[in-house]
């Protein structure tokens, strides 16, 4: 193993992995870190993440937003520490082998955000390094330990399944959203209107093959599973290839 030096990490971090030490608790023995973000997720469970902020948590805890501060350092450093929370109830994943595995992983994540809606509204800026979160990532990692992909390959197929649930959950909670106040599109219908033989020959043969009725109305848990597939499809392909 080569030695490396361990950089400090930033603030939100180094007070997950206890580098940091928590504030003082307030007079009322319940004012704590874990009360904090435990109101904050109940808001954000119940109105959306645009609701949770400093002032909101403070006053449905009943302290002042001043002493959330002893805690907390900012939104961004709650966020945080909601997102790790969120992934504290995730499951073990099963399966008989490293795709059966990833295929549990992907399942595990995508159900998680169906009840976390809120965590597809998080800015994204950076991997996921907290505990819990953490915990998640190295279960997909064990799935892939016996086979002989590079441990750089292995966290990059890790990452990519991520993304790819990650966005489609973030576009089936967009369309849930706007389906109150806009019909579903029939993109099969949109296609055989605008896209002509001429300059769009193959999304013209696709539109008019009968294959695409009722493309607006895709079942997310089956568009899910077929990228899904695929997905795993080109990560066999990735280990038949190193072996």
């Not at 499951?91 to 998680?112: E, F």
Request: aromatic letters at 6%; proline letters at 5%; charged letters at 25%.
């Amino acid at each position: 193993m080569t030695d490396h030096e361990v950089a400090a990490l930033p603030p939100g971090l180094d007070l997950l992995w206890g580098r940091r030490e928590r504030g003082r608790q307030g007079r009322k023995a319940d004012l704590s870190l874990d009360a904090i973000i435990a109101a904050a997720i109940a808001v954000a469970d119940a109105e959306g993440l645009a609701a949770v902020s400093m002032a909101r948590v403070a006053k449905d805890l009943g302290f002042s937003t001043m002493s959330l501060y002893r805690h907390v350092q900012n939104k961004d450093e709650l966020l945080q520490l909601m997102w790790n929370a969120s992934a504290i109830d995730a499951p073990v994943i099963t399966g008989d082998d490293w795709r059966a595995r990833l295929r549990s992983w992907a399942v595990g994540q995508w159900n998680m955000l169906k009840v976390r809606r809120w965590v597809l509204e998080m800015p994204m800026i950076a991997p996921p390094a907290g505990p819990n979160s953490l915990a998640w990532v190295e279960q997909a990692m064990q799935a892939l330990a016996d086979t002989p992909l590079s441990e750089a390959e292995k966290l990059g197929c890790v990452g990519l399944l991520s993304s790819f649930t990650l966005g489609e959950a973030r576009m089936s909670h967009e369309e849930t959203k706007a389906a109150g106040t806009a019909k579903p599109m029939d993109y099969g219908a949109v296609l055989r209107a605008v896209a002509d033989e001429r300059g769009y020959p193959a999304l013209h043969h696709a539109a008019w093959s009968g294959e695409l009725e009722g493309a607006g109305d895709t079942d997310p848990d089956a568009g899910f599973q077929f990228g899904l597939e695929r997905i795993l499809d080109g990560v066999e392909a990735l280990v038949r290839r190193a072996g």
